[in-house]
């Protein structure tokens, strides 16, 4: 063997040698690391990943019914025509959702906030006012529409009888103005307690020696609120914005038990719309079109909201 041969030889194997030793290194760093994810990565490949990829076959798929099961015809982005252009409901039901949700959100961020603020402080029984608030998220959607429409109908009325307020005697679910502010009162309730809780836990990690030095130089009630505690608490508000725009998104069985998407359409959420195409009118593909078009708006939403709140968070 010449003396060139025998050095790329040597080499050849000192390179080797290397790798082996820093993938072994890698495997002791985060070798284990992995084993512990392994059980997450396994149900995210198959109950995410895997439905995910194939709603995205499907929504360029006819999908028909038949003796043999599903049948599959290509029909390209066809059904993202047909839902954009050809039947424009969803546009609108889409539009009006967002819509709503400016008017939702900043409510049940700021209701939950203040909530955590009164709760936040020492008095006797706030455990107790604690789980109180709480108690909605424990219910669930289904079960909580059902006593809200409860609540609307009948309590509502005995309370318009006792009382003769005109606030009572409304038919909350009977028009769509008063069906929508229903929505609006029973989202906020229900949502806010969860948000409380991070709040709170934010609010208990703010350092009293700050307060205290902000009370000492001066500061008002507001001024305490606004330049210490709002700025300090800006990672949670950006975990209560991002759970908001989510949870709003998919209140689905809210709106089913209040009032079936009526009066007249008015309450009809985006998944309740997509519901419908995809099931009751057996237009599997475009009902899967509307919600991976759903599903891009949303995550657009997120981003954009979570870079916001980011760069607030960096400002303050």
């Known amino acids: 063997m010449s003396l060139n041969a025998e050095r790329a ?3 050849g194997g000192a390179g080797w040698e290397r790798r082996k030793a820093y993938w072994a290194f890698k495997w002791k760093e985060y070798g284990i690391g992995y084993l512990f994810m392994l059980p997450w990565i396994v ?32 029909v390209g982005f066809q059904n993202y025509y047909r839902m ?21 959100i900043p409510l049940i961020l700021i209701f939950a906030f203040f909530v955590a603020l009164l709760l936040n402080q020492k008095f006797p029984g706030r455990g107790f006012m604690r789980t109180v608030f709480f108690l909605p998220n424990v219910i ?20 318009g009888h006792l009382t003769g307020l005109a606030f009572f005697q409304l038919p ?7 069906a929508f502010w229903g929505i609006v009162i029973v989202s906020v309730w229900q949502f806010s307690g969860y948000l409380m809780v991070i709040y709170i836990a ?23 609120l606004r330049n210490v505690i709002v700025p300090l608490v800006m990672p949670a508000v950006t975990i209560c914005l991002f759970l908001a725009i989510s949870w709003s998104f998919k209140v689905f069985d809210l709106n089913l038990s209040l009032t079936k998407g009526g009066p007249f359409g008015s309450t ?12 009751q ?12 078009i759903f599903f891009i708006v949303v995550a657009l939403i997120s981003t954009l909201q979570v870079y916001a709140t980011r760069r607030k968070e960096v400002e303050a």
């Open 268 to 279: 009809e959420s985006v998944a309740l719309n997509i519901y419908k195409e995809a099931f």
């Open 172 to 178: 909350w679910l009977g028009t769509a103005s008063t």
């Open 9 to 11: 030889a040597r080499a």
């Open 84 to 104: 954009l252009f050809e039947n424009t409901a969803y546009p609108i039901i889409l539009i009006t959702y967002f819509s709503q949700m400016l008017l939702v």
């Open 202 to 224: 934010a609010l208990m990690n703010v350092p009293q020696a700050l307060l205290e030095a902000a009370r000492i130089d001066g500061a008002s009630r507001m001024q305490l």
């Open 43 to 74: 149900g995210f490949c198959a109950f995410v990943a895997f439905p995910v990829g194939w709603s995205i076959f499907n929504s360029f798929n006819k999908i028909s019914i038949t003796a043999e099961g599903f049948q599959y015809t290509w």
């Open 140 to 159: 669930g959607g289904l079960l909580l529409g059902f006593i809200w429409s409860f609540i609307f109908v009948k309590g509502f009325e005995a309370l």
């Open 281 to 292: 009118n057996n237009r599997y593909g475009v009902g899967t079109a509307k919600a991976l």
